[in-house]
């Protein structure tokens, strides 16, 4: 295995495990919640948690049944066997399409009413987790996520993500996921596989390939609605998706998830299964300070280093972020005051929208500044900031009133949705 180069950030994941007893009519269940959170240089950036293996479901693959077509929205409702009936677009019901620079195209021609008919059975997957009163959001191009590549079994095509900026590098890349890939099959080449050998993305590709072919002779034997295929459990995706080369450390508080840790590290010949460390019978998120960072997460306010606060509020269809100076009165000028606030906030503003899970549209209010120069300064250190994302994001820039656009990609529940509810009596609106 090819080293990559270290990353500037370096990180740490805490790993908790903890078995929960419910009691229900008389009979008694045991199931495992399992939490981890993600540190970059000692501050909380992602928390991820799962019960039973059941929270997750984007990724599963279903067999589906069309219940409704809306040519009004241009969408169908389809029963996938869940409590809610899943959404499917019309651009998510027909063969994806791209365009150069491995985009999406998102011209869609065809109506829903051509392309499904009620009752008309469908091999789905889910793309987004159903949110509050909303199913979740399906899509009849499956992908295959891998350690190095994302296998497209149903399209030809060949993409390297748009994280990888080096020209030769893409190339690389893209000719070794060439030579590597079956016929009528696509693959997506992913950030991980920078700097990575050729023969361990072709073995990931052959992996994902031998996967596919195994599936295809149960899915005629799964009943309408039903599962497929579920995606692998919390710790199989930290491993898959989450220890990079910038990972030194990580801790957990059982012996055996230890061991299953080390031994899939040292499949893949990562350094880090030297690195996994044992504390049991402590709780880790108590001595890593993560719930106090959930409690002060789920406040509005959130306070700087500095003396200065950001004001964070979600709405039905946007995000809005305040940035004030508080407590900060700075040393020489003005200005210098209004730029050092601006840049620890928009440093600030990246892990938030990491830590709540926030996605959409995003309108940041920072701090009036009087120069191009000092407004360049502070959307260059935000793109920087949110380029270590791991969910898509994008900075657009400044508005004519003065105020930063961004976007980031929905994906799963925010923090607020899976840490608290709503006021039954007022909804939420009520204040004291």
């Known amino acids: 295995m090819k080293n990559q180069t270290t990353g500037p950030r370096l990180k740490e994941i805490v790993l908790q495990t903890k078995t929960q007893i419910q009691i229900k009519n008389n009979s008694q269940t045991q199931s495992q919640k399992v939490r981890a959170a993600v540190f970059e240089e000692g501050e909380l950036v992602e928390l991820f948690e799962e019960e039973g293996g059941s929270s997750h479901m984007v990724g599963n693959i279903y067999k589906g049944r069309v219940e409704n077509v809306l040519p009004g929205m241009q969408a169908a409702f389809v029963d996938i066997g869940v409590d809610k009936n899943a959404f499917l677009y019309v651009g998510d019901a027909i063969p994806s399409r791209f365009e150069e620079d491995d985009k999406v195209s998102s011209v869609v021609q065809e109506r829903i009413e051509n392309v499904l008919k009620p009752r008309q059975e469908l091999l789905v997957q889910i793309t987004k987790e159903p949110v509050g009163t909303k199913g979740a959001r399906i899509s009849v191009n499956i992908t295959l996520p891998g350690r190095y590549v994302v296998l497209l079994p149903q399209v030809s095509y060949i993409g390297v993500s748009r994280k990888v900026q080096d020209h030769r590098e893409r ?9 590597s890939k079956p016929e009528g099959m696509g693959v997506i080449v992913r950030t991980l596989a920078e700097g990575i050998d050729g023969d361990e993305i072709a073995e990931d590709i052959t992996q994902l390939v031998a996967f596919w072919q195994a599936l295809q ?20 995706r930290l491993v898959r ?9 990580i801790t957990v508080d ?23 460390h044992v504390v049991p019978g402590e709780d880790l998120f108590a001595k890593y300070g993560v719930e ?12 700087l280093k500095s003396g200065g606060y950001l004001v964070i509020q979600q709405t039905e269809a946007l995000i809005v972020i305040d940035v004030n ?54 959307i260059e250190v935000l793109e920087t900031a949110c380029a270590r994302d791991k969910t898509k994001s994008q900075v657009l820039g400044l508005t004519q009133l003065g105020l930063v656009e961004m ?9 607020a949705v899976r840490y608290t509810s709503l006021c039954p009596t007022c909804d939420g609106s009520g204040r004291v």
Do not use: C
């Open 171 to 179: 190339t690389r890349l893209r000719d070794l996921a060439a030579a």
């Open 254 to 276: 059982q012996e055996e998830v230890g061991q299953v840790i080390r031994k899939a590290l040292r499949e893949i010949e990562h350094p880090a299964a030297k690195q996994v």
């Open 292 to 303: 106090d960072e959930i409690r002060k997460t789920l406040r509005s306010k959130v306070w």
């Open 217 to 236: 002779p149960k899915i005629p034997h799964v009943s309408v609605p039903g599962l497929v295929h579920k995606d692998v459990d919390l710790i199989s």
């Open 241 to 249: 998706d989450w220890i990079d080369q910038d990972v030194e450390k």
């Open 325 to 378: 100076t508080g407590k900060y009165v700075g040393q020489r000028s003005l200005e210098e005051t209004v730029v050092h606030t601006n840049l620890e906030a928009a440093r600030e503003i990246a892990r938030q929208l990491r830590l709540r899970n926030l996605g959409g549209i995003i309108i940041i209010d920072f701090i009036d500044m009087t120069t191009e120069e000092a407004q360049k300064q502070v």
């Open 407 to 415: 976007t980031r990609k929905k994906v799963g529940q925010t923090l």
